[in-house]
């Protein structure tokens, strides 16, 4: 799929809740991640380090994740949030709002809410994820740079027609994760990013999300006064 400009980029991606089984060819992800890495970062340290699962072995780590998860405790290596408030409350609810009214979910049904949490772990479907962890020796720049590689991923990814959702969910199993890929202990799990080629008739593909005016949060300081 072509973009006639930048923003049009931007525009086209969004997050993903459900796809195909279809993998995505090994060339593509390739020229997606090569694409990625060319983000800036640090020193040019380029922290980031990904681990790309598929088909048969997606399936696998989901079906594991999806029961540890059900029945273990969260344990982030990097501490969540501690509270939204104010507009950053306002828009997080509006989201959430938005993909219970869209797969059926009443408000107030926590239990059908909870089962749409859940599918964060078996990764809405998609035939491939990519975990994304940083050295902690680099600490929090590090975590930033990996952000933009997150960014250049997804975009990336959307230039060549494949659909992406950054996952903060599957961070909270950190422990699980690093156990699974071997990884060293001095790897801090971030997120992880779950991709494929989307459905785009399941009703949790149907809406997207807005952007705040830029009245809401950036402040103008120019002139002689």
């Known amino acids: 799929m072509q973009y006639d400009d930048f923003s049009a980029l931007l525009s086209a991606r969004h997050s993903c809740r459900a796809f195909r089984p279809d993998p995505v060819a090994r060339a593509v992800i390739e020229q997606i991640l090569l694409a990625a890495q060319k983000v800036p970062s640090w020193c040019n340290a380029q922290p980031w380090q990904v681990e790309v699962t598929s088909g048969a072995q997606t399936a696998r780590l989901a079906d594991a994740l999806y029961a540890h998860a059900s029945n273990s405790e969260q344990v982030p290596d990097v501490d969540w949030p501690l509270a939204y408030t104010g507009a950053h409350q306002a828009r997080r609810k509006t989201c959430g709002l938005q993909l219970y009214d869209a797969v059926g979910v009443t408000r107030g049904d926590r239990a059908g809410s909870a089962l749409q949490m859940m599918e964060n772990f078996r990764f809405f479907g998609a035939p491939h994820m990519a975990l994304i962890t940083a050295p902690g020796e680099l600490g929090p720049y590090a975590y930033l740079d990996c952000g933009g590689f997150v960014t250049g991923f997804t975009l990336a990814a959307t230039s060549l027609g494949v659909s992406t959702i950054p996952q903060a969910a599957v961070a909270a199993f ?16 971030l ?13 949790a593909n149907s809406f997207r ?5 830029l009245s809401e949060w950036v402040n103008w300081h120019e002139g002689d006064t």
């Not at 999300?209 to 005016?213: F, K, L």
């Open 174 to 189: 950190a422990p699980f994760l690093r156990d699974w890929f071997g990884l060293a202990e001095d790897r801090v799990v």
């Open 191 to 203: 997120c992880g990013i779950a991709f494929g080629y989307g459905d785009t008739d399941h009703p």
């Open 209 to 213: 999300t807005e952007r705040a005016d």
